[in-house]
């Protein structure tokens, strides 16, 4: 059985911390991960995407994927009270090329 | 209308009605995936559809019928549905063959009552 495992939370950060989400996947076929950031009541949001071993930063976000862990993380610099929200960890499903979703981390960011 | 449109974005229905569930996406995308979110449960994959064709039935019961007339658009047809799949319902596209073509993108989501 192919899975993504996340902590379920909730996280809870003060505002201007860093806030840190990991990810840990199984199926070593898998090539490229996601962040979807999804607000209670509505659809996830695609926020970083990350094929390559090492970080990707974009803006207050860093992506890091360690292939050899099979481990992802997402860390988001300078938390603000609206990052409170549930983020979903995907990776792909190797050569099928559908996503596998984890349960979610609630983040919880207080000013 | 940009991006991925769902309606309606909220349904209750009775166990004997059948509804449909619409989909359009404005993204030139030529994959459609449908989902069913329920709490303290992953997003669960339920169909997809890559340029019009079904490539992927994840074992959903056949009370749940989808339909893909074009690259544009998705539906979900629903009968004779349990309260246990009571859920949000999330569409989703995608542009495979393109360097991301993981990326999807959802819909609103339409969030279904069954009573």
């Known amino acids: 059985q192919k899975e993504v495992e996340q902590n379920s939370g909730p996280l809870s950060v003060p505002e201007g911390a860093i806030a840190s989400l990991n990810c840990t996947y199984s199926d070593r076929g898998s090539q490229s991960f996601f962040w979807y950031r999804q607000y209670s009541g509505k659809s996830p949001e695609l926020i970083m995407f990350?094929?390559?071993?090492g970080d990707k930063e974009d803006g207050r976000f860093t992506a890091q994927l360690n292939k050899a862990s099979q481990y992802v993380s997402l860390l988001i610099r300078d938390s603000q009270p609206s990052d409170s929200a549930t983020y979903l960890c995907?990776?792909?499903?190797?050569?099928?090329?559908?996503?596998?979703f984890g349960k979610g981390t609630k983040l919880s960011v207080k000013p | 209308e940009t991006g991925v449109t769902q309606t309606p974005r909220h349904l209750v229905m009775g166990m004997t009605n059948k509804k449909s569930l619409k989909c359009e996406q404005h993204?030139?995308?030529?994959?459609m995936y449908w989902y069913k979110q329920s709490a303290k449960k992953p997003l669960e994959l339920m169909f997809v559809?890559?340029?019009?064709?079904?490539?992927e039935n994840n074992s959903v019961p056949s009370r749940f019928s989808p339909e893909c007339p074009n690259s544009s658009h998705l539906f979900l047809h629903l009968h004779t549905l349990q309260p246990e799949d009571s859920a949000l319902y999330l569409c989703?596209?995608?542009?495979?063959?393109?360097?991301?073509?993981?990326?999807?993108?959802f819909g609103p989501g339409t969030r279904l009552t069954v009573l």
């Open positions: 989703a596209s995608s542009q495979p063959g393109t360097l991301s073509y993981n990326e999807q993108f």
């Open positions: 990350i094929y390559s071993n």
């Open positions: 993204l030139g995308h030529n994959a």
């Open positions: 995907a990776a792909d499903r190797g050569s099928q090329g559908n996503l596998i």
């Open positions: 559809y890559s340029l019009e064709e079904r490539v």
